[in-house]
C-alpha cells in the first residue's frame, strides 16, 4: 500500500450508494423522464461507497472501487475472519501517515488528501465485514463503523430494441458493474442518441435506456438501426430494420350520437405512407367477439394529408351494447401484415360501499371498500352509544373507486359478552353498516354434504353445527341459512334438539338445497344468534375446471367366489373440484364406499374411494363407481367407470399413412374381434398391431394397409371391414385426383443431419406449356431469400400431369422461430401461392415407444411405433437410430387427435436379430417457444430398473404402492411385526415410459392395532428384495414454534422451541428430542430441554435450539425429531424487499389521548418479516399484536402499537423491520410517523409533523 496525493483531485467522492429499493426507473411511454446527458458517450461511473452508509457495498471483480472514510485524526481499519471469528488489521492511519500497514497486498492506496482508500483492482477475496475505529488527536473514540463489502463477477448486459413512436429505445438490462458506452448506427453511419439516467435495480445489477430520434415513418425500408453497448471490456449489440409504416387506431364515440341518437358511432383510422396498400387493405370489427351486422359498418376512401395516406371505417352500436363494456376490435390486413386496436367503455357509476369489520388485536378495524364517489362519513357505536374511532386516509383503486379504512379501540378483551360494536357509513345519503359482538366460548361449523343423497335423491344436506359449554345459550341460540344471499324456504330447514358430550352442548340445523344450486358454487351461510350475539360460518363447493379422469383398480389374478376383493375407485386431475363418489352393484341402489381420502401426486390430486365385495359378487355382477364433480360446464350427472365393462362396439376411422392407409378401431368390448381389408371388391392383406386396453376398460386396434397411394388409379376404393361379436362395421376411403400448387413441409432427416429445413413448393398442371412457362417465387419472413437458397427443377411428367419442383434451404433456427415462408407462381399473368409455418406449441411432448408384447425371433421382423404426444403439440419431427448409427426415417408417419391430445406416430419395421440385439432409438426435434432444437430421444430396448416403494395408510389398511420396475415379474409379501400376513395384489400395468407399476393392500385394522406394531411391504424383483415400514402410531404431536423478534433484534439469535405433545406420561419423559440445521447437528450448548408439565390429559415437554440469525436467514432447514415423528421449519426467503408504511392519526391529537398506530410491511414476494418498535431509541418493545393479509397479488403484515399522546406528540417512534431476503441483509429496515418524514401513500401530508 501507498500513499497516492491529489490522485482524485475534482472527483466527489462523497457520493453514497443509492439506498436499494427507494429509486426504481419505470419506462412507460408516456412517463416524463429526465436525460442526464445527450451524448453518445460513457455512462461510467466508478462505484464509491462509505463507512458511513447502513447498506452493503458492491464491486466487480477486476474493477477499481473508492471507499470513503470519516475525516479523523485516527484511523484503525480491520476486517473480520470468519473462519477464525477474529479481526485482522488492514492499516491503520495517524494524522495523514500511514504506520501500520498489510504486507501482502500492494491492491490497496491510502489518498490522504480526500481521506479515500482506492481499491485498483477488486478480488473476491476482498469481499467481507470490515470495521473502522476513530479517534481524535487526544486518543479519545469518536465511534466505530462498519461495512459490508461484496466484490461480484461480472455480469454483461441483455439488450432489446423497441419501436417508441417515431423513434426507438434500446433497453439495457440486468448489467454489473454499472459503466458503460452506447453507440447508434443508423446502417453503417454513426448516429447520435440520447442516455437516459442509468438505475440499479433490487438485486444489484443495473438498467440503462438510450434512445434514438429515428423519425421512423420517413425512414426507407429496410433500413438497419444498431445499438452497439461496450461493457467489460467487450462489445454486444441489438439491431432492428422497421417495416413500411402504417398504423390503426380506434376513436372513442363522441357524446352528440350517444345523447341525440342513443347510439355509439365509433371510428377505425388506418393511416400509412404507401396509397396503394392503404387503398387494398381491408377492415373489419368484431364486438363482444362476434362480427356486427353489415348494415352498421362504413368504409370511406382513401384521404391524403401530407405523405400521410388515411381510410376510415365506421361502425355503429346501440348505446347499449357501448355501456355494457363489450370489447370491440378493429382488424386490418395490410400486405400479408395483420394488425389490430381494440377499445372498451370504462365503466364508472354510483357504487355503494361494501362493509367488513376485522377484529384486529384489542381493536376493531371497519374496512369500507369499492364506493364512488370518494366522500363519505364513519360513525362507531358501541352498543346504542356512539363512540370515536380513528379514520384512515381514504385511497383510490386501480378501479377508480375508493377504499377507506377506520379503528376503534374497543379493548374487546375486557368488553361484556355480547356488547355490540357497529361502523355506521353514510354514503350519498344513505346510511350502510355492519356489526361485530364480543364472543361467548362458542363455535359454529357447517358440515358438507354427504354423498348420498346428492346421488339418491339429487339435493344437497348440509349441517350447521352449534356446539357450546352453556346448555341454556345453545338451547336458546337461533339457527338462520342463506344461501346465494337469499333466505332458503322453511320447509328446507330443519332444527334438532340440544345433545350433550361430555361438558360441550350441540344443537344441529339442517338445510336442503337442489344439487344444482351446491355446484353452481353459490356461497351458504349458517348464523347463529346467542344472546343477541352474531356469529356464522360459510361453505361453497370448489368448482374445478378441467373433468376427472375416473379409474377402478381390480386384482389381476383369478378370483373365486368365496374370497372378498377390495376395489379402489380413483378420481384424479390436476384442477380437481370438489367430487362425490358412491358405488353401485348390479344396478342397485348407490352405495358408499368403506372409505374414501384424498392424496396429492405432484400437480394432481387424487380421491380414493375403497370398496369391498364378495368374490360371487365381482365375478358375476356388474360393478360401478360413479362420480359427481363441481364442474364450470354445469354437467350433474354422474360419470362412471367399471371394472366389469358391458359390450360396447368398435367405433372406425380411416387415415391417409403416407403411402399406406391405417384403420383405427377404438372403444370396443370385449376384446375378440377380426379385420378385413378390400381394394374396389377384391380382398387384400393388411397388417394388424397388438390391441390395447384403454384406462376405462374398452379396447383399442390398428391396422395398416399399404397401399402405395401414389400410383393408385383415381376413385379406388379401399374398405377396413371389422366383425365383432358376430356383427359387421367398416369404413372406407377413395383415392383422389392430384392438382396444385403446394408447399411440402421440410423432412426430418436435413434437420437431424445438416440442422437445415429444405422446402419444396410443387407446381402440378395438366399443361407442360403452362407448367414450364411459370415463374416460382419464394419470401421468408416477408423477405427475398438469398439467390444460393432456391433452387428449381424442369418439368417432369406423370400420366396426364406436369409437375416442376423449385427448393427453398432455410437455416433450422429460422425455420422454427416460427417465420412464415410464402411460395408464389405466375402462370401466363394468373398468379396463386401457397404458404406454410411451423406451429410452435407451449408444452412439450412426451415420446413413447410402442412395441411387441410377446418374445421375437431373430427370423421375424419387427413392427415399432414411435408415439409422441402433447396437449399443445408443435410440428414435430421424428427419425430413427439403431445402435448409434445414422439417423435412418421410418417407414411412415401420421398424425391423430385423441379427446385433447394431438398424436404423432412414426412406424418403423426392423428385423428380429436387430430388435433383439440393437439399441433403437426414436429421436423427436420440436417447434416449442424455448427454442430449444436438440433431439429429444426414447429407446424400446428398457434396460432393468429396481422398483421404488411406498406405504400408504388408505382408512384402517395400509397399501403398498411400487412404481418404476423393469422386468415385469416380482413377488410382494407382507409382515405384521416378524409375522407373515396376506395381502390382495392389484393389477400390475406398464408406463407410458415401458417400466412397471403394481399396487398391493393389507386390511390392517390399524385402529386396533397396538402402539408401535411394525408393518413390512417386501418385494422381490430379480432375485434383489426391497421393502419399506410403517408403524401404528401412538396419540402423540410434535411442533416447532417460529423464533420470537425480540431475540432477533435484541440478541441477533433465532430462538426455536420443539413442542412434544402426548397422553402418555412416560412415553413424554422417556422421549429423546434431536435437532438438526441444515443439515448438521446443532452444538451441545445451543441446545436446552425442559422438563415435563401437564394441562388436562396432556403432557407436554420443550426443547430449543438457538441459532445465529444468519443460519437462520439463510433459510437453512430446521429438523427436530424424536424416535418416531419429526418436524421441520425454514424461514421464508423473499425475492423482492418490502415497503414499509407507517399509518397514523390524519387529526391532531391531544397529550391526553391514545393513539394507534400501524406499520404495514408489503411486497408481492413477501418473505418471513419480524417486527418491533422504539420510542426514543430506547429498547425494542413488541407491538400490541400481529396479523397478516392477502390484498390482490400483495401480502401485507400488519404490527399494531399503543402509546400515549403525549409519546406520539413528543417522541421518535420507529417501526423496525428483519425480512429473510435473498441479499442476506439483516440489518433492520425503519421506518417512523414523525421525525424521519417518510412519504406515506395513505396519509395526509398536512399531518407530518
Known amino acids: 500500500m501507498w500513499i497516492t496525493e491529489g490522485l482524485t483531485d475534482g472527483k466527489d467522492l462523497q457520493r453514497k450508494v443509492s439506498e436499494k429499493r427507494k429509486m426504481s426507473m419505470l419506462v412507460i411511454f408516456g412517463v416524463l423522464v429526465m436525460f442526464t446527458g445527450d451524448a453518445m458517450g460513457s455512462l461510467s461511473m466508478i462505484p464509491d461507497c462509505s463507512f458511513t452508509q447502513s447498506d452493503p457495498c458492491y464491486g466487480a471483480v477486476g474493477h477499481p472501487l473508492h471507499l470513503q472514510l470519516p475525516f479523523e485524526y485516527e484511523l484503525n481499519l480491520r476486517k473480520n475472519d470468519s473462519a477464525t471469528h477474529t479481526l485482522s488489521r488492514i492499516f491503520k492511519v495517524k494524522h495523514h501517515r500511514i504506520t501500520k500497514m498489510p504486507s501482502d497486498d500492494q491492491r490497496w492506496q491510502f489518498v490522504s488528501k480526500n481521506r479515500t482508500i482506492i481499491i485498483s483492482s477488486a478480488e473476491k477475496r476482498d469481499s467481507g465485514k470490515y470495521f473502522l475505529d476513530t479517534f481524535d488527536f487526544s486518543g479519545t473514540s469518536k465511534g ?14 441483455t439488450i432489446n430494441l423497441l419501436e417508441f413512436g417515431q423513434s426507438i429505445m434500446c433497453v439495457i438490462e440486468d448489467f454489473y458493474p454499472k459503466p458503460l458506452s452506447i453507440k447508434w448506427k443508423k446502417d453503417d453511419r454513426e448516429v447520435r442518441g440520447r442516455d437516459w439516467k442509468t438505475t440499479e435495480n433490487d438485486s444489484g445489477s443495473y438498467r440503462a435506456v438510450s434512445v434514438l430520434e429515428a423519425n421512423l415513418t420517413s425512414s426507407s425500408p429496410g433500413n438497419k438501426y444498431t445499438c452497439e453497448v461496450t461493457h467489460g471490456g467487450r462489445t454486444y449489440e441489438k439491431n432492428l430494420s422497421p417495416a413500411a409504416q402504417f398504423s390503426l387506431k380506434i376513436n372513442p364515440p363522441p357524446a352528440k350520437e350517444l345523447f341525440i341518437n342513443q347510439r355509439a358511432v365509433l371510428e377505425c383510422v388506418l393511416t400509412g405512407d404507401n396509397q396503394k396498400e392503404v ?14 351486422a353489415t348494415r352498421d359498418v362504413r368504409v370511406g376512401g382513401v384521404t391524403q394529408a401530407g405523405s400521410a395516406f388515411t381510410k376510415t371505417s365506421t361502425l355503429t352500436l346501440e348505446e347499449s351494447v357501448w355501456f355494457s363494456g363489450d370489447e370491440v376490435i378493429c382488424s386490418t390486413s395490410v400486405d400479408q401484415r395483420t394488425t389490430s386496436d381494440k377499445i372498451s367503455v370504462k365503466r364508472g357509476a354510483n357504487s355503494p360501499p361494501t362493509i367488513r369489520l376485522v377484529e384486529f388485536g384489542q381493536s376493531i378495524m371497519c374496512i369500507i371498500e369499492d364506493f364512488y364517489p370518494k366522500s363519505l362519513r364513519i360513525k362507531w357505536k358501541k352498543d346504542d352509544r356512539e363512540v370515536r374511532g380513528r379514520d384512515w386516509k381514504t385511497t383510490e383503486n386501480d378501479s377508480g373507486s375508493y377504499r377507506a379504512v377506520s379503528v376503534l379501540e374497543a379493548n374487546l378483551g375486557s368488553s361484556s359478552p355480547g356488547t355490540k360494536y357497529t361502523c355506521e357509513v353514510t354514503h350519498r345519503g344513505k346510511k350502510y353498516s355492519d356489526n361485530l359482538s364480543s364472543r361467548v366460548q362458542s363455535s359454529l361449523k357447517i358440515n358438507p354434504p354427504p354423498a348420498k343423497e346428492l346421488f339418491i335423491n339429487q339435493r344437497a344436506v348440509l349441517e350447521c353445527v352449534l356446539t357450546g359449554d352453556s346448555r341454556k345459550e345453545v338451547e336458546g341460540a337461533t339457527v338462520s341459512w342463506t344461501a346465494g344471499g337469499r333466505s332458503p324456504a322453511t320447509r328446507d330447514v330443519r ?27 353459490t356461497e351458504v351461510i349458517c348464523s347463529t344468534s346467542v344472546d343477541q350475539r352474531t356469529t356464522s360460518d360459510k361453505i361453497s363447493v370448489k368448482r374445478g375446471g378441467q373433468r376427472p379422469s375416473i379409474v377402478i383398480y381390480k386384482p389381476d389374478k383369478t378370483v373365486s367366489d368365496s374370497d372378498s376383493v377390495s376395489l379402489v375407485c380413483e378420481v384424479s386431475s390436476s384442477d380437481l373440484a370438489n367430487v362425490y363418489v358412491m358405488w353401485k352393484v348390479n344396478g342397485g341402489q348407490y352405495i358408499e364406499g ?37 364442474n364450470i360446464q354445469n354437467d350433474l350427472q354422474p360419470r362412471t367407470s367399471s371394472p366389469s365393462k358391458t359390450n360396447s362396439p368398435p ?24 379385420i ?65 400448387l403446394k408447399i ?50 424442369g418439368v417432369t411428367q406423370a400420366g396426364s400431369a406436369f409437375t416442376k419442383t423449385s427448393t427453398l434451404t432455410l437455416e433450422e433456427s429460422v425455420w422454427f422461430s416460427g417465420t412464415e415462408v410464402i411460395c408464389s407462381t405466375s402462370v401466363d399473368q394468373r398468379t396463386t401461392s401457397d404458404k406454410i409455418s411451423v406451429k410452435r406449441g407451449g408444452q412439450r411432448p412426451s415420446i413413447v415407444i410402442y412395441k411387441p408384447d410377446k418374445t421375437v425371433s431373430d427370423s421375424d421382423s419387427v413392427s415399432l411405433v414411435c408415439e409422441v404426444s402433447s396437449s399443445d403439440l408443435a410440428n414435430v419431427y421424428v427419425m430413427w437410430k439403431v445402435n448409434g448409427g445414422q439417423y435412418i426415417e421410418g417407414n411412415s408417419m401420421t398424425t391423430i387427435k385423441n379427446d385433447n391430445t394431438l398424436i404423432v406416430l412414426s412406424y418403423l419395421t426392423v428385423t428380429g436379430q436387430q430388435y433383439n440385439s440393437a439399441e433403437i432409438t426414436c429421436a423427436v426435434k420440436d417447434a416449442n417457444i424455448q427454442n430449444d432444437l436438440q433431439p429429444r430421444t426414447s429407446s424400446p430396448s428398457k434396460t432393468n430398473s429396481p422398483p421404488t416403494i411406498r406405504l400408504v395408510e388408505f382408512g384402517q389398511s395400509i397399501m403398498c404402492i411400487i412404481e418404476d420396475f423393469y422386468p415385469k415379474s416380482l413377488r410382494i409379501k407382507w409382515k405384521k411385526d416378524d409375522r407373515e400376513v396376506r395381502g390382495r395384489d392389484w393389477k400390475t400395468t406398464e408406463n407410458d415410459s415401458g417400466s412397471y407399476r403394481a399396487v398391493s393392500v393389507l386390511e390392517a385394522n390399524l385402529g386396533s392395532s397396538s402402539p408401535g406394531t411394525k408393518y413390512t411391504c417386501e418385494v422381490t424383483h430379480r432375485g434383489k428384495k426391497y421393502s419399506d415400514n410403517l408403524s401404528s402410531r401412538v396419540q402423540s404431536s410434535l411442533k416447532i414454534n417460529p423464533p420470537p423478534a425480540k431475540e432477533l433484534f435484541i440478541n441477533q439469535r433465532a430462538v426455536l422451541e420443539c413442542v412434544l405433545t402426548g397422553d402418555s406420561r412416560k412415553e413424554v419423559e422417556g422421549a429423546t428430542v434431536s435437532w438438526t440445521a441444515g443439515g448438521r447437528s446443532p452444538a451441545t450448548r445451543d441446545v436446552r430441554v425442559g422438563g415435563v408439565t401437564q394441562a388436562g390429559s396432556a403432557f407436554t415437554k420443550t426443547s430449543t435450539l438457538t441459532l445465529e440469525e444468519s443460519v437462520w436467514f439463510s433459510g437453512a432447514e430446521v429438523i427436530c425429531s424424536t424416535s418416531r415423528t419429526s418436524e421441520r421449519i425454514s424461514v421464508k426467503r423473499g425475492g423482492q424487499r418490502p415497503s414499509i408504511v407507517i399509518y397514523k392519526p390524519d387529526k391532531p391529537v391531544s397529550d391526553s389521548d391514545s393513539v394507534s398506530l400501524v406499520c404495514e410491511v408489503s411486497s408481492s414476494d413477501l418473505a418471513n418479516v419480524y ?5 426514543n431509541s430506547g429498547q425494542y418493545i413488541e407491538g400490541n399484536s400481529m396479523t397478516t393479509i392477502k390484498n390482490d397479488n400483495t401480502l401485507i403484515v400488519l404490527s399494531y402499537l399503543s402509546v400515549t399522546g403525549k409519546q406520539y406528540n413528543s417522541a421518535e417512534i420507529t417501526c423496525a423491520v428483519k425480512d429473510a431476503n435473498i441479499q442476506n441483509d439483516f440489518q433492520p429496515r425503519t421506518s417512523s410517523p414523525s421525525i424521519s418524514k417518510v412519504n406515506c401513500p395513505i396519509c395526509p401530508v398536512s399531518d407530518w409533523r
Not at 466505530?144 to 448486459?157: A, G, H, K, R, T
Not at 411440402?744 to 399443361?767: H, M
Not at 417486527?1171 to 420510542?1175: Q, T
Open 495 to 521: 332444527v334438532g334438539g340440544v345433545t350433550q358430550a361430555g361438558s360441550a352442548f350441540t344443537k344441529t340445523s339442517t338445510l336442503t338445497l337442489e344439487e344444482s344450486v351446491w355446484f353452481s358454487g
Open 651 to 674: 367405433t372406425i376411422r380411416l387415415v391417409e399413412f403416407g403411402q399406406s392407409i391405417m384403420c383405427i378401431i377404438e372403444d370396443f368390448y370385449p376384446k375378440s374381434l377380426r
Open 1171 to 1175: 417486527v418491533m418498535w422504539k420510542v
Open 744 to 793: 411440402n413441409p421440410p423432412p426430418a432427416k436435413e434437420l437431424f443431419i445438416n440442422q437445415r429445413a429444405v422446402l419444396e413448393c410443387v407446381l402440378t398442371g395438366d399443361s407442360r406449356k403452362e407448367v414450364e412457362g411459370a415463374t416460382v417465387s419464394w419470401t421468408a419472413g416477408g423477405r427475398s431469400p438469398a439467390t444460393g437458397d432456391v433452387r428449381v427443377g
Open 594 to 630: 368403506n372409505s374414501m381420502t384424498t392424496i396429492k401426486n405432484d400437480n394432481t390430486l387424487i380421491v380414493l374411494s375403497y370398496l369391498t365385495v364378495t368374490g360371487q359378487q365381482y365375478n358375476s355382477a356388474e360393478i360401478t363407481c360413479a362420480v359427481k364433480d363441481a
Open 676 to 740: 378385413k381389408w378390400k381394394k374396389d371388391d377384391r380382398e387384400v392383406r393388411g397388417r394388424d398391431w397388438k390391441t390395447t386396453e384403454n384406462d376405462s376398460g374398452s379396447y383399442r386396434a390398428v391396422s395398416v394397409l399399404e397401399a402405395n397411394l401414389g400410383s393408385s388409379s383415381p376413385g379406388t376404393k379401399y374398405t377396413c371391414e371389422v366383425t365383432h361379436r358376430g356383427k359387421k362395421y367398416s369404413d372406407n376411403l377413395s383415392s383422389r385426383v392430384q392438382s396444385s
Open 279 to 292: 387503398e387494398g387493405a381491408t377492415v373489419s370489427w368484431t364486438v363482444g367477439g362476434r362480427s356486427p
Open 144 to 157: 466505530m463503523y462498519d461495512l459490508q463489502l461484496v466484490i461480484e463477477e461480472n455480469s454483461p448486459p
